[in-house]
Structures are given as structure tokens and as C-alpha cells.
């Protein structure tokens, strides 16, 4: 069964950092976080393909946000750098299971998974 939880939420001032974490149980096609902002769109953040090894960020993060997934503890994570105040988001933590029929390349649409975690806040203000 598919577990995931997320932490390392929290409050931040612009252009500072938070690290997320997100636990997860199971082997992934793709592993990811998207996050969804009040009266926004759910929005793909980052992801990892299986398939190809490759990570892949929406455009809005790119050069400040880093995915990546330890070796052996089945951990993903999120370090984000120069905070914005548009960064401010619920960020979910998302998994399509690599037993499953998927046959896209990259993240999902609008970061729609199979299975998320419960979400962490993460707000951007000074």
C-alpha cells in the first residue's frame, strides 16, 4: 500500500530556504510534489521518472528549487531557495506506482498522482 507524508513546512521570509521531506512507501514511476495556492490551480512543482532517471521542474522553480531521492531510505525531498511570496502554497507530496499503466514521460499533468500525502504549508511573507 502506498503511504506518503510530508514535513518541513513552515514560515519564511522572501528569499529565504526551507528543505521538505516526504516519506514514502512502495517503488514509483514518478515521484513528485505539486502544490496548490488559494483560489489557484493545482500546479506540478518537480518530479523524478523512473523510466529515465531524469528530474524535471515546472518553469517558475527552475534554478531555485532542487527534487531529489535518497539511495535507500525512501525519502524524497525538496530544498527550496530564494523564496518568493507566489511560492506560498499547501506542497503535496505525489507517487504513481511503478507497477501501474502509465505511458507519459516527465510529471504528470497539473501534478495529478495516483496517491498524495496529506500536504505541508508553506508560506512565503515578511
Known amino acids: 500500500q502506498v503511504q506518503l507524508v510530508e514535513s518541513g513546512g513552515g514560515l519564511v521570509q522572501p528569499g529565504g530556504s526551507l528543505r521538505l521531506a516526504c516519506r514514502f512507501t512502495?517503488?514509483?514511476?514518478?515521484i513528485g510534489w505539486f502544490r496548490q495556492a488559494p483560489g489557484k490551480e493545482r500546479e506540478g512543482v518537480a518530479c523524478i521518472s523512473r523510466l529515465n532517471g531524469n528530474t524535471y521542474y515546472e518553469d517558475s522553480v527552475k534554478g531555485r528549487l532542487t527534487i531529489s531521492v535518497g539511495n535507500t531510505d525512501n525519502l524524497m525531498y525538496l530544498q527550496m531557495n530564494g523564496l518568493k511570496p507566489e511560492d506560498t502554497a499547501v506542497y503535496y507530496c505525489?507517487?504513481?506506482?511503478?507497477?501501474?499503466?502509465?505511458?507519459?514521460?516527465?510529471?504528470?499533468?497539473?501534478?495529478?498522482?495516483?496517491?498524495r500525502g496529506q500536504g505541508t504549508q508553506v508560506t512565503v511573507s515578511s
Open positions: 512502495g517503488d514509483y514511476y514518478t
Open positions: 505525489g507517487l504513481d506506482p511503478r507497477d501501474g499503466a502509465y505511458y507519459y514521460i516527465g510529471c504528470p499533468q497539473s501534478g495529478r498522482y495516483d496517491y
